[in-house]
């Protein structure tokens, strides 16, 4: 059994820390569900889980990369080297959907949660097709997206940092690359779906009033939910030692 | 970094190639068996009284179900590898298991949806399974074959330190994301609503009064994979690809330094400023659906 210890502690309360911050970053990403997909909601036409769930895993390759490869590499590099994955990932797909919704659908973007963007400064509400709820990305929506990406991803870093410290001792190296990758995937999806009660499946971005709603409550259950996964991480460990 | 920069860059450019084809094809798949969010009007047609002879499989979320078969053509890989095969090879037979399965996959999940459709008097049509469930499993062995062998490159080439299965499966979670997100608005948004007036969203009184009527005879999903071939499937691929390829370019050109990370963000925000500029052409070719009456009437 692993004992109990300063340094044990402070790395369970790491993970329940990342899985706070992908709980939040969910919040920012402005995700539309089944109607932005007919363009009938702004926002990108899918659910919650799958988008946060895989910009997230691409932050954790490129993080993992990092970790693997640059011997002095600390916390805060893994942690923007997987934020850097997450955003690129995020923001190339916002931008080709941007692509169908101009070009394919021919709708002007529309947010129908705030008369002007708060970025840009540009009219809304008459953009808005009859019968909807606005249409595809504004530049609030795009911007609110990448941030989320850029912290669901450092999330993800901080957790497969934390979890490759704790199980590098009792496993070969490549094994534990594996137990820390699923994990971090586990506590991924775990905390993408926490969020996806509060915002009830679509929120459109830090601009959305919904986001001041249940932002709080959300990130409060996460971390609890969180430090419970921690906890089940180094009850893993301990169970490796033996 | 284990490779000289030519070769990095040259094996760089070959993922995202592949990433490219993989993403187009993730999305014509999951047109072709109608998966995903713009299927829930195909299921929502008949309880309108519309029936149609479209293809209803929606197995899972597409990152779910494409996460599911990228892992088993990974696994299938590393065991044929882990047996001398030549690489090629395993990552084909990979594939075409992967395919395989979701072809079993699509089968019953057709089958078990119109059977549950019954009261609405929805028929199902043994002609498109027939012709359809090839054209998914074959959609779906290029794609498997394409994440594969990204995931094989990645391992075994450039040193990553996760396995072939699980990279196979964070690639399949990813184009699945991606494809739901891009090409699918295509189809949800355009295709199954080409009845309504061109270049609006579409008005929530016409959910599930798809289209059934084809440019000839019955519109099948045949007819639906054609049209999202012209641009939903590639903006996916295009998408994929500049996924792969731009989250591993600045650290194979600058290393693992935080430079490398300021790279990347510059990358983001160039694609920001990109979105901006398609946003205004648009706002400013379609202009706004109603009058700004709120100012004016407030001036006078």
Known sequence: MVAIDPALLTNILLIGL???????????????????????????????VELAAGSGLVGLI????????????????????????????????????????????????ASAQVKKDPITGDRQDTYISKGTQGQGLPTICYVSGVVGAALGGAGGGLIYFVLMDLYKPYLALTSAFAV????????????????????????????????????????????????????LAVLIAGGMSV | MVLDLTMSMAILALMGALATIAGCLEDLESDVGSQ????????????MGFLHRIYNKAISGEPISNGMSAVIGGTVTTVLLSQKFYPLTAIV??????????????????????????????????????????????????????????????????????????????WGISVGAIGSSVGDVHYGGEREF????????????????????????????????????????????????????????????????????????LIVAVLTIMNRLVELNVRHAYGPYKEEKNETEAKA
């Not at chain 2, 459709?117 to 469930?133: A, G, H, N, S, V």
Request: net charge positive; charged share 10%; proline share 5%.
């Open chain 1, 18 to 48: 990342s899985g706070t911050l992908i709980c939040l970053a969910v919040h920012f990403i402005p995700v539309g569900g089944a109607p932005a997909a007919m363009a009938q909601a702004t926002g990108i036409g899918t659910g919650t």
């Open chain 2, 194 to 265: 080409q009845n309504r007036e061109f270049g609006c969203g579409l008005n929530t009184a016409l959910s599930g009064r798809i289209v059934r009527k084809a440019e000839s005879g019955l519109r099948n999903s045949i007819d639906n994979v054609w049209f999202c071939a012209k641009y939903g499937g590639p903006a996916t691929g295009i998408a994929l690809g500049l996924t792969v390829f731009f989250s591993s370019w600045p650290t194979t050109i600058f290393g693992y330094t935080w430079k490398a990370i300021g790279v990347g963000v």
């Open chain 2, 36 to 47: 995903s969010n713009p299927n829930s009007q195909v299921q929502l047609a008949p309880q």
């Open chain 1, 62 to 109: 490129t993080a993992s990369y990092m970790y693997a490869y640059e011997p002095l590499a600390d916390i805060p590099l893994v942690m923007a080297a997987g934020a850097m994955g997450s955003m690129v990932m995020l923001a190339s797909t916002m931008f080709a959907g941007s692509l169908i919704y101009a070009y394919g659908v021919a709708v002007p973007f």
């Open chain 2, 93 to 170: 037979i990979g594939a075409f298991i992967a395919a395989i399965i979701l072809g079993i996959f699509a089968t019953t999940s057709f089958a078990g949806r119109v059977a549950s459709q019954t009261r609405f008097k929805q028929p199902l049509y043994m002609d498109i399974m027939r012709y359809t469930t090839p054209s998914i499993i074959a959609h779906n062995f290029i794609m498997n074959f394409c994440l594969v062998a990204i995931a094989y490159i990645q391992f075994e080439i450039l040193g990553y330190p996760f396995t072939i299965p699980f990279l196979a499966l964070i």
């Open chain 1, 180 to 231: 820390a990758g699923v994990f971090t995937m586990g506590v991924m999806y775990v905390n993408s779906v926490i969020p996806s009660y509060g915002v009830g499946g679509t929120i459109e971005g830090i601009h959305d009033p919904k986001f001041r709603r249940v932002v709080g409550k959300d990130v409060i259950t996460s971390f609890f939910v969180s430090i419970l996964c921690g906890l």
